[in-house]
């Protein structure tokens, strides 16, 4: 769950021994009917008056809180712990979700309810619901979940336009940080085109980066713009103490509406797969291969045998060479755009082939090889191993 020690997941996540006993009362809560002539206090969502609001600032963050905290979840989970000789030995996790249509499919990270036995999911209306896992995507690190709530009773939030963002941007995240639901932070857009791993053997490419304080127990809540949209799905931060240090990460809504949409109606996402490694181009390659300062794209530093960029023609970087520290390829291809769209780095690389193409495509890539050679090889993507 922690692959990077800087890297701390949102997910606040405790080990606790439950009776079997216990976890089958508990279900009571959720599946036993309402005793005849018992008459319960109807649902309400309090909201705010802002009327009294000094700046004019403060009546938008209420706006928004109250027009998208219905749509927020806070989700506690229950799972059996791994490699235990005890079958009544289970770890707990609290996070988040929002609602995103009227037929009760809620979008949270994967690692929320990865293992989950139980899945409890709360409203702000008071209301509590079992939830009922629909798909998980450990590449993506994203899942959904459904609930059987009145179509009526559901508030869902729209989703945003992630390639529309800027640095700079204002933004606020809903969640339950440390197992506060519905707590509302602010902040800005403080880069983008980052890049975190996913749960699985893969990156997340085109990851937006933010300064609104989110911690333990945000995961899976929504990043939202001053209109209301949800951007981004908070994911991870980058932390030494597990607790807000000013950079979290979102993984963009445009990947969001790709992956929620083939949970549902597949079940999973089918990625595609390029078969490359490498990175950057960065002032050694510049220098060595008398490129301009101004280059950018991806240097392949090697392509996997028989994978799609091999039989589409790109070559294995060659003739290394140490200059300073580093290794540097005399012979290399660096790919620069695809389908046209310029390509300034892995990220962008990573993002486009997950948002934008599917096993069976096929793309063209313009790539210079050696420095001084720009060439279109048309590549046809394959699924990426293990889907």
């Known amino acids: 769950m922690t692959p990077n020690p800087r890297k701390t997941s949102a997910a606040a996540v405790f080990v606790v021994v439950l009776l079997v006993a216990v976890l089958v009362a508990g279900s ?43 749509s927020v979840v806070s989700i506690n989970v229950v799972a059996r712990a791994p490699s235990t000789q005890f079958d009544d030995e289970f ?3 609290t996070g988040t979700g929002f609602v995103i249509d009227s037929q009760g499919y809620i979008v949270t990270n994967a690692h929320v309810v990865d293992g989950a036995i139980r899945i409890e999911v709360n409203f702000r209306d008071g209301s509590i619901f079992r939830g009922e896992l629909v798909g998980i995507d450990y590449d993506s690190d994203l899942a959904v979940v459904k609930v059987n709530r009145p179509t009526e009773e559901l508030s869902p939030v729209p989703l945003g336009d992630s390639e529309a963002l800027f640095i700079g941007q204002e933004v606020v995240a809903i969640g339950s940080p440390f197992n506060q639901p ?50 981004g799905v908070n994911s991870q931060i980058i932390s030494q103490t597990r607790s807000n240090s000013g950079i979290g990460f979102a ?35 510049i220098e060595t ?33 140490d200059v300073e520290g580093f290794r540097v390829y005399e012979s290399v ?11 300034t780095g892995m990220p962008a690389l990573i993002a486009y ?35």
């Open 28 to 70: 009571a809560i959720f599946t036993g009917a309402a005793q005849d002539g018992v008459t319960w206090p109807a649902s309400f969502v309090p909201t705010q008056n802002a009327s009294s609001a000094v700046l004019p600032s403060e009546s938008v963050y209420a706006d928004i809180y109250n027009r998208v905290s219905p």
């Open 91 to 93: 770890y707990g996790g």
């Open 182 to 231: 519905w707590t509302l932070t602010t902040g800005i857009v403080s880069a983008l085109d980052r890049t975190i791993d996913g749960l699985g053997d893969y990156q997340i490419g085109e990851v937006i980066q933010t300064d609104a304080a989110i911690n333990p127990g945000n995961s899976g809540g929504p990043l939202v713009n001053l209109r209301g949209e949800v951007i």
């Open 251 to 285: 993984v963009p809504s445009n990947l969001v509406i790709r992956v929620a949409g083939e949970l549902i109606s597949d079940g999973e996402v089918d990625y595609s797969y390029l078969g490359i490694r490498g990175g950057d181009v960065d002032l050694a390659t």
């Open 289 to 321: 291969l008398g490129l301009p300062n101004n280059a950018r794209g991806v240097i392949v530093s090697a392509v996997e045998p028989n994978g799609p960029a091999a039989l589409g023609g790109l070559r294995n970087a060659r003739n290394p060479r």
């Open 333 to 343: 291809d660096i790919i620069t755009a695809i389908n046209g769209e310029s390509i």
């Open 353 to 387: 082939l997950a948002s934008h193409t599917r096993p069976g495509d096929t793309v063209t890539l313009t790539v210079v090889r050696d420095g001084n050679e720009a060439i279109d090889l048309p590549v046809t993507l394959q699924a990426r191993p293990g889907n």
